[in-house]
């Protein structure tokens, strides 16, 4: 037995309550080291004979076996021990090590189940199917308040570039977001900014006059909650843009402003080429980073988060550079949004591992780019294969609770990366399989926009442009296929709230399969990401315990009596 | 290289600012399987080469090598990864596995350094020497304010008895506590209650008459903090006591009480015999839960933790079963009592493993009470040896960051505990080379009143005897070792606050030793747990690379010329 690859911590991923006496825990082995691991446990004051509850294996990477189970206990206390078996030897595993026999005192404890504890993301974000917009390049519905320095819509875009698209054009083109099966909108800024991007923020209660007004933003709220459609919005609060009137205060005012500590700035006065002050990434002037951790900095941005709440119905908010800013900021900032609006979604803009923000005090769900970049390579670049890109999926998995899970935006593409499409070298199979993935897998499918008719684009600013109307040009096939499997999703809704479970991945065929599981319903989703067709011995498929043979055979063998399937090249095979 | 073995994340006690530019890291890996270990850091924008930071050994235990290092970054924007080498291969430890050359995407990111994260308790508990009392019996200072039923102070206590000690008794004894040179006291409850330990509160804004009144505590805290001596009270907020107005008010009015939702009732009427409602433990009726995630509830109790710091100045607050109140009524409360007073310590009662509450939005410090068993079975019990100990203390060491470790209350025994002594069996020899190690290890030494003058005593209500005061009984040599062992901490500012490493634990002999040490301040303890004496080959001594060899023979050379140290049986070598 390899003691060195067990772990587990009363916490986090690794210890988390689902109900009001019910703890799910997750323990780590090596893969392949044990035959049986199972729990026990019982009310951490004792009392009574321990329980025992056998856990299986809910994930696997390259070297490690991620055991799960649920414990139930009327009491909520929990203490308990695990017990590894690996046919040689049974040993106790506990917070202080190992033993052979469980000394006093060295239980694990999840002390108390407390309902405020009980936490998890809006049940609506769970799963739901997400479309990312940025309003500059999605459609222009009203050329009156277009820039006076527009280019032509289908000319490839710089990175100045200003396109005329604007709110009027989202309510316009709502149909489209309709058909598609849209469930919420992510809006990149659209407080007035001089950028096309707008990440440059000057007012943050102003809706920027080139993208509309705060009757545009209502009536396109409305449009949206009509058709049972949410909208969140992009929260820069990590810097303001030059001209936000803080800064531009510093500028004019230097260490006398009312708003110098709003900055950090090196040497009074300020200076701009190059700028003496603390910016977003580095250096770059228009930016400058706001020091979140001051008091009045600080309620002047959870205004900000309440009040687009409060007095437009918005949803929720996407935050941008998340990370950089403090943590009990966050902690406020979901304090505040939530006493307007519990159903309220918060979102972080985090490309690493994000398990910090996602515990209850701060974020609900961050960006999955971890997933985006195992897709890449996986799907669109060929430089892993199926078991690899297991191991991936696995390894993100892990690290969060599952409501959380359901809850992280799958993404493939945004306007921070080059297009999905491109990176497949335009070979629409290959992007395809990936979206049958993303729109089966668990998470929050969020497609950027044009994505689903084909558009392609290097990075920023290529990724950025005008979003292609003429279904002449739009790719309609891929079109159909998002609608088939968004309609899917919303047919069967174990795609959304299911549990998920890695049952095939063959390396040699290059064949990945799962299954999303829960009480009563059941889909397994084959993947062929190969260019040969590939028969699939379903007998191998490896089945969660949850799911009966019964059901696993009316699965499988009753479409496929002889017990093989065959999958096209980059084909899918979705059994529901 | 054991892959299984090694474990890095960018947050809690494997990741964390120590100051406006320096992060501090740990990595862990298999114990003995590494040659060197080594940091590749830089702004996690890029734009420069990466910084190379070796790694040092800071603690091991049996199965594992725990390694830190700091890294200085003037952006404060950290990604990077480790790179492990065997002798034989080198690869390098992303956030995304191990590799043999590093791919984009995969560095570990501490995203930015904000002020508000740079968190630690407050500077004056780090290492304070704290003094535990039960004021019940810890001296009678006004025999008008007893209960009526008190019993002879030296009667051996049952778990009803009263004694009839109280506040003026602290008062008069104060010269104690400043003799033995204590700087922060605890006092087990003071409010309104029945019992004797009064943890079954019946008035939060009341000091219990037998205790005296708020000019009793007015001048005892005016006397302590005269002499530089803080006090901090006992919350007991996880429940109330029987008699708790509230509580009444439900027994009285049932459902229609205001206050039936502060408790947590099955039915109505409620029944007290078995409780038909949720309480302490398993169905003590005289403490019934109270409910702190209602929002009525917790602000109830946020004013109580204020106002008795407000309004009396008290230092801060211990928090009686503070793991089973939710973490959102600690991170509030962590507010109105910093809000009230920066420096107020917050303290948990956790016996068991603690980081979740311990990350800077709940508490700055927990009862050590793994480092108390460890201690017990090492000196006491006497059922580890040298070697288990250390992997002992490098288990706690490790799960906090450096300046919650010198915070956490090292103990060696509480009300909730048999005595130190008794443990020993009686023998004082043991028992001062615990208290030798406990007085100059990391930490915050609490010592329990009457400890010192070697009281003895069961668990609970036999550790809780009334206090020894007539010198005749007194055991003056411990007094006087206690007092020497805090005038030398006291004297040596790095005993409170230097690091702490592991340099000797020698399982055939039974000694261990440790260094504390500091930029400028080294002290080297060596405790001999054996009833033989013993030498030491002062050149075994595994020094940490920051103490130069110049100061490591100034230490040991210059006072033992021959390299060799004798300790005499249970004998303790401190060399400052």
Not at 222 to 233: E, M, N, P, Y
Not at 472 to 479: D, F, H, I, K, M
């Amino acid at each position: 037995m390899l003691r060195e690859a067990v772990y587990h911590v009363a916490h986090g991923n690794y210890a988390y309550p689902v109900s009001e006496d019910t703890l799910r825990i997750m323990l780590r082995t090596a893969k392949g080291d044990l035959q049986t691991v199972s729990v026990l446990y019982q009310d951490r004051y004792g009392g009574s004979e321990p329980f025992v509850a056998p856990m299986e294996v809910a994930a696997e990477d390259e070297l490690f076996a991620f055991y799960q189970t649920e414990l139930v206990l009327d009491t909520k206390r929990f203490g308990y021990v695990f017990l590894l078996d690996d046919g040689k030897n049974a040993v106790f595993y506990t917070e202080k090590g190992f033993f052979d026999e469980v000394p006093p005192n060295t239980q694990f404890h999840y002390p108390y189940i407390a309902i405020r504890d009980l936490w998890q993301p809006p049940t609506w974000a769970q799963g739901a199917v997400i479309y990312q917009i940025f309003p500059e390049r999605f459609a222009n519905g009203d050329p009156t308040n277009d820039p006076s320095n527009v280019e032509p819509w289908a000319m490839l875009p710089t990175v100045t570039s200003q396109k005329g698209g604007d709110l009027q054009g989202v309510i316009d083109r709502f149909d489209h977001l309709v058909d598609l099966g849209v469930e919420l909108i992510y809006f990149t800024p659209v407080f007035l900014a001089p950028s096309n991007h707008k990440y440059d923020t000057v007012d943050y209660y102003t809706i920027d006059p080139h993208f509309g007004d705060e009757e545009t933003v209502r009536e396109l709220i409305k449009l949206a909650h009509d058709h049972g459609i949410r909208v969140i919005f992009d929260a820069v609060f990590n810097h303001s843009g030059f001209g936000f009137f803080a800064f531009q205060d510093v500028l004019e005012h230097g260490e006398k402003s009312p708003y110098a500590h709003w900055f950090n700035i090196d040497s009074f006065p300020v200076q701009t080429d190059p700028p003496n002050y603390e910016t977003f990434s580095n250096q770059i002037a228009t930016m400058p980073k706001l020091m979140t951790d001051q008091d009045d900095v600080k309620d002047y941005f959870l205004e900000v988060g309440r009040y687009w709440v409060r007095e437009f119905g918005i949803d929720g908010w996407r935050l941008d550079v998340a990370n950089e800013i403090d943590h009990q900021f966050w902690r406020e900032f979901r304090q505040a949004v939530k006493a307007e609006s519990p159903e309220a979604l918060i979102v972080g803009e985090l490309w690493h591992e994000a398990s910090e923000w996602v515990r209850g005090d701060q974020f609900d769900s961050v960006m999955n780019y971890s997933l985006q970049y195992a897709c890449l390579d996986f799907f669109a670049r060929g430089t892993i294969r199926a078991q690899s890109f297991a191991n991936r999926l696995a390894k993100v998995q892990v690290n969060h609770t599952q409501a959380v899970n359901l809850s992280m935006f799958s993404l493939l593409g945004s306007h921070d990366t080059e297009r999905f499409l491109t990176t497949c070298g335009g070979n629409v199979q290959k992007f395809s399989l990936a979206v049958a993935f993303q729109l089966t897998y668990a998470g929050a499918p969020m497609i950027y926009y044009g994505d689903e008719v084909g558009m392609e684009g290097l990075n920023d600013p290529d990724c950025r442009r005008g979003m292609i109307w003429d279904p002449e040009e739009q790719n309609l096939e891929l079109l159909a296929w998002h609608k088939e499997l968004i309609a899917l999703r919303k047919e069967h809704k174990v795609l959304r709230s299911g549990r998920c479970r890695t049952v095939w991945a063959d390396s040699a065929t290059n064949v990945y399969g799962f299954v999303r599981f829960s009480q009563g319903e059941q889909v397994l989703v084959l993947l062929n990401n190969s260019p040969k067709a590939q028969n699939i011995g379903l007998e191998k498929i490896q089945w969660p315990v949850a799911v009966p043979k019964q059901v696993q055979d009316l699965l499988t063998k009753e479409t496929y009596p002889l017990g093989e399937v065959r999958l096209e090249p980059h084909g899918t095979m979705i059994l529901a």
